[in-house]
């Protein structure tokens, strides 16, 4: 676990000034509320300002690590797609306000279809990265049946232009009625789902980083020994002809 902890953190390593100035430029551009930007613009301003930061990141993994970069690309897209899921589950049950998330202007049925689309890709492609990663594969199951809920939903769209269908499984859903639960509640159920999967993959591939540099270190120090063995061994048998 200590191992693995110190490869995750050497493997994310940026400058720390480098980190502070996206923290200040982010807290500042906050601040563009006041003068009546709305929370989406400010939003995306703030995303532009970490963009920097994450390609230097994602730019290090790489050259380390190759292909584990580009499951960093989609741990970190699938994250911020949570956390404006987790904004709509807060507007809706706590704020009681209109559920439109963060960026309100991404929130629409084309983007929620073309991001699982595109997550469900990009799963498939990791899997053939990481063909020994079974995380992987849990989460490419289960990114097709995500899928297979919004072909459904973007069907009913172009079809009537309805908004808002059930699908499969929520409630007033396709099979059986769906389930007691809301689409807004379930899909967000289904994200932090892909999400736990795609972090415990990316968690395993860190996992085998850390433990192959630890069988390296051993193998440096076993060889260096079994070389001050021989110098001993040849420093003794000189000595004793």
């Known amino acids: 676990m200590k191992i693995t902890t110190k490869t995750f953190v050497s ?42 930061l994450i390609f230097f990141v994602m730019k290090s993994i790489y ?13 970190v897209g699938q994250t911020l797609h949570l956390v404006e899921h987790i904004t709509t589950e807060v507007q809706m049950h706590i704020l009681n306000v209109p559920a439109t998330g963060i960026i309100s202007i991404f929130n629409v049925e084309w983007v929620h ?17 990481f063909p020994k990663n079974m995380w992987l594969f849990r989460l490419f199951l289960f990114s097709i049946w995500h899928e297979i809920e919004h072909i459904v939903i973007m069907s ?7 908004v808002g269908s059930p699908g499969l499984l929520s409630k007033g859903g ?31 591939e860190i996992r085998r980083i850390a433990l192959g540099n630890d069988v390296s270190v051993e193998s440096h120090q076993v060889a260096i020994s079994s070389e001050n ?12 002809s």
């Open 174 to 204: 396709a099979i059986g009625g769906g389930l007691p639960i809301a689409r807004p509640d379930l899909h967000t159920i289904y994200v932090l789902i892909q999400e736990v999967l795609l972090l415990l993959a990316y968690r395993e």
């Open 229 to 240: 063995d021989t110098e001993v061994n040849s420093k003794s048998q000189a000595t004793a």
């Open 113 to 129: 279809f073309l991001w699982t689309s595109w997550v469900l890709a990009f799963s498939v492609f990791l899997v053939f990265l």
């Open 11 to 52: 493997l994310h390593k940026a400058p720390y000034s480098f980190v502070l100035i996206t923290c200040i430029a982010s807290i500042a551009l906050a601040f563009l509320d006041w003068l009546g930007w709305a929370i989406w613009l400010i939003a995306l301003c703030v995303l532009a300002a970490w963009m920097p």
């Open 156 to 162: 009913v769209y172009l079809r009537t232009g309805v």
């Open 63 to 75: 050259r380390k690590h190759g292909a584990l970069a580009f499951m960093f690309i989609l741990v």
